[in-house]
């Protein structure tokens, strides 16, 4: 059925936009990874051994301190870690 739906997928030429994925720790510490799936972004975490209990999607629309949007940081940026407290 996989295999299906992914055949439908291309056919239909549909395309995900990466997203911007908040990793969150127990003492309220959190990181920001901008990647094409959940699966890429678990992948690029684990690289930095970060620790976290909880994955959000956050909204690309969300302002962030330095003035600017989540989707003005990450346009044309490759999958990567974008940083966190």
Do not use: C, H
């Amino acid at each position: 059925m996989n295999k299906e739906i992914n055949a439908y997928k291309a056919k239909l030429g549909m395309e995900y936009s990466p997203r911007v994925y908040k990793f969150i720790k127990n003492d309220s510490n959190f990181m920001y990874v901008f990647a094409k799936s959940l699966d890429q972004s678990k992948f690029l975490i684990s690289r930095q051994n970060y620790q976290w209990n909880e994955i959000k999607i956050v909204d690309e629309q969300k302002g962030m301190d330095n003035g600017l949007t989540l989707k003005e940081i990450t346009e044309g940026k490759e999958p990567t870690i974008l940083g966190g407290l």
